[in-house]
């Protein structure tokens, strides 16, 4: 385990990163100047998973190539007490964005939503919430893993929920459902502070982070309204971890094995042939 006091240094460090990320628009971001970006999903404490993705960025080697996280909080990894190890997952992302501020961006996903908002999460009859905050007392001490807990869920309040290319690939968690599609508006993400009626059932932020309607129609209608062409996400569980649910979405899932992430040019046009070639199979470490 890091030092406590380093790391919550580090993490303040990187709340201040990810709020002077380039192209940041509120809770939005443009990515400039970008030539390509690698994009893994809901990896849910998966460590061997997340230093794969990593390494294969090669983020110094590739100056111009962005790495995008999705969802690292709530897995199945547990310390001997119970608690959940997926912190471990925020610590590294903050070490990361310190170290590549304008390459690395991890996207606010439902179950950091949900731990920043403290709306329950169940599964196997598990609070999943509890199981986080257990994790980081568990690791750091009840005195320290409360200040270091307040520390991820100040950089859960900060985080992205979108990020948009210059050749029109939209990244996000995922998209809302096709009766909240109507009302939802690009322009309700470019602000730092969402009031609560957002982050519920039918609020723009809860519905582009929870909504699980990968219809086409749906798809094409929620990209045009953010004016782009094709969409990667997570959030849905992908049995060959990827899935293309129709013509103009990729959901990438790093949670298990097998597990895949997308590699895609950023800055020129490309066809459906490349948007479906540009699925890479992980190869975990650990």
């Known amino acids: 385990m890091p ?7 580090t993490l303040y460090k990187a709340v201040d990163a990810v709020r002077q990320t380039p192209g940041r628009k509120g ?3 443009q990515l400039h100047e970008a030539g390509e970006v690698l994009v893994a999903g809901d990896l849910h404490g998966h460590l061997g998973n997340f230093q794969a993705v990593y390494q294969a960025a090669d983020l110094a080697k590739n100056p111009r190539r962005h790495l995008v996280f999705q969802e690292l909080v709530h897995g199945k990894f547990l310390y ?3 608690g959940d190890k997926s912190h471990q997952l925020l610590d590294l992302f903050a070490a990361l964005k310190i170290q590549f501020p304008g390459q690395v961006h991890m996207l606010l996903g439902n179950h950091e939503l949900a731990q ?5 999460v169940m599964k196997n009859d598990k609070d999943l919430n509890s199981l986080f905050q257990e994790g980081v007392v568990e690791a750091y ?3 320290k893993g409360t200040e270091i807990y ?3 869920s100040r950089m859960f309040g900060v985080l992205p929920l979108a990020l948009r290319t ?5 990244l996000s968690h995922s998209l809302p459902r096709e009766k909240f599609l ?3 508006e690009l322009r309700h993400l470019e602000t730092d502070a969402f009031p609560p009626e957002d982050l519920t059932v039918g609020g723009t932020a809860y519905e582009l982070l929870w909504g699980r309607d990968t219809r086409t129609t749906t798809c094409s209608a929620f990209l045009k309204k953010v004016e782009c062409d094709w969409l990667v996400s997570g959030h849905i569980a992908c049995e060959a971890g990827f899935a293309f649910p129709n013509a103009q979405q990729l959901i990438v899932d790093c949670c298990d094995s097998p597990a895949a992430y997308a590699q895609l040019p950023a800055d020129r046009p490309i066809t459906g042939a490349e948007f479906r070639a540009c699925v890479r199979m992980i190869s975990p470490i650990g």
């Open 3 to 9: 030092d406590p006091d380093r790391l919550l240094r």
């Open 116 to 120: 920043w908002t403290n709306r329950l």
């Open 141 to 143: 001490g009840a005195e």
């Open 27 to 29: 809770r939005f971001v």
């Open 166 to 170: 210059a050749n029109r690939i939209f």
């Open 80 to 82: 001997p007490g119970g």
């Open 182 to 184: 109507e009302k939802f």
């Open 150 to 152: 307040n520390g991820y």
